[in-house]
């Protein structure tokens, strides 16, 4: 690593993580107090987390500056892991490892992330305690200095996540060079359906606010996406034509040298990138021109045998069994762009930034369709994904489960589920039930579920959480908040 990237990452990093172990060891220290495990009920400090919470934040302002790094700290990751072939390695060997369940350079916005987790958890806490609570007063105060704390670093934290991102998307695409440049900004991502003289094609589209990339998905030893055409959004026009093409959910996009048909796999779907295309040709208007160039020329559209044969992979190798990441080859075959491709569904940057915002972790219990016992497991949902391990204490999760294009619902009568607060998770023929240990927890992991994976085509007829007012309608019915629930 080079001597400059190293004085970057390691002397802003550390002091965080050194600030953060004993800011976990105080929130122990208070649960089991709270837990009542001692006599804090005659010192005063019983159910309260606050005054913990008002000390650490205002400690964690005097790190600011080491936060306002992380953008610095990033950049000069890629250019290293750009200059330096052994740096690129030893970067795409550690993401192999099961430890680094993310992108690297996802784990390095992880700080600034967290910064928003804690004014979450504080809007919950004043929404719960009335202004004659001990702890209102100071949990009032935290949540100020925390807004303040979001509201200076939001611009830094947009800006990074797309940078992040674009860096993520280059590992999956061959046949760019040039993906990652000033003002590009990545809007949606997904499965579409192109028209040729061969019928319709699964094909997977990338968005920016200046390209439109299509793509399918090649049998390489790194199973990236290979890039078949372009069009440049200054002066494209788009038109529904359903009726000329007789497809369902058809649209024309007309680039100035290039048309081509698409369709998406429902009509939701289709009003998603409908949006997202005419605001991106509307960005691109008021841009200055026409975007550089990705490529010099632009390869056939047409798949070898290789590719095709690719795309029969099952639900399976998409890390959707209970042996998922054990299945994991160097690949890197359970990105978020394999997952749309398989799930044949799409996702936004709006919907990443979101479920930054919307995520937990906590004990579940997990049941598959075909077993009759409980797993009790520590699991994590981020990343639109669940990750399950034996312990909050694991290094490294036993399985994953990516949740773009499940559906959420309860389980009914007919299946034999009698227990309380059960959820189902199902895609196709894959069945998973996940069992919460109390109310609050079970509507906890509803609303994170629904909020941050925008995808699920969640039946809330069928599931009591959701009631007519909806999803937002449950939490005025959420019971008294558990620290040792899910967070």
Known sequence: MPETLKSLIFPNFEPLHKFHTNFLKEIEQRLAL??????????????????????????????????????????????????????????????????????????????????????????????????????????????????????????????????????????????????????????????????????????????????????????????????????????????????????????????????????????????????????????????????????????????????????????????ASRTSLERQAPHRGNTMVHVCWHRNTSVSMVDFSVAVENQLSGNLLRKFKNSNGWQKLWVVFTNFCLFFYKSHQDSHPLASLPLLGYSLTIPSESEDIHKDYVFKLHFKSHVYYFRAESEYTFERTILNLVFAAVNFSSERDRTPAFNAGGVSAVMPSCPTPQLGALT
């Not at 809007?123 to 719960?128: A, D, G, I, N």
């Not at 200076?152 to 993520?168: A, P």
């Not at 793509?215 to 996406?225: C, E, K, P, V, Y």
């Open 34 to 319: 709270w837990e009542g495990r001692s006599n804090a009920h005659i010192r005063g400090d019983y159910q309260r987390i606050g005054d913990v919470m008002l000390k650490n934040i205002q400690g964690m302002k005097q790190l600011a500056a080491h936060l306002w790094k992380h953008s610095e700290a990033l950049e000069a990751l890629e250019t290293g892991i750009r200059g330096s072939r052994r740096l690129e390695s030893l970067c795409r060997d550690f993401e192999l490892q099961k430890v680094c369940y993310l992108s690297l350079n996802t784990f390095l916005l992880r700080p600034l992330h967290r910064l928003m987790h804690y004014k979450q958890v504080l809007e919950r806490l004043c929404k719960h305690h009335p202004p004659s609570h001990a702890d209102f007063r100071d949990c009032r105060a935290a949540l100020a200095e925390i807004t303040e704390m979001v509201a200076q670093l939001h611009g830094t934290m947009i800006k990074m996540e797309n940078f992040q991102k674009l860096h993520e998307l280059k590992k999956d695409l061959i046949g760019v060079d040039n993906l990652v440049i000033p003002g590009r900004e990545f809007i949606r991502l997904g499965s579409l359906s192109k028209l040729s003289g061969k019928g319709l094609q699964q094909r997977m589209f990338f968005l920016f606010n200046d390209v439109l990339l299509y793509t399918s998905r090649g049998l390489t030893a790194s199973n990236q996406f290979k890039v078949h055409g372009q069009l440049p959004l200054y002066g494209m026009t788009m038109e529904e034509s359903e009726d000329e093409w007789g497809v369902p959910h058809c649209l024309t996009l007309r680039g100035q040298r290039q048309s081509i048909v698409v369709a998406a796999s429902s009509r939701s779907e289709m009003e998603k990138w409908v949006e997202d295309i005419q605001m991106a040709i509307d960005l691109a208007e008021k841009s200055s021109g026409p975007a550089p160039e990705f490529l010099a020329s632009s390869p056939p559209d047409s798949k070898s045998p290789e590719e095709a044969a690719g795309d029969q992979e099952s639900e399976d190798d998409l890390s």
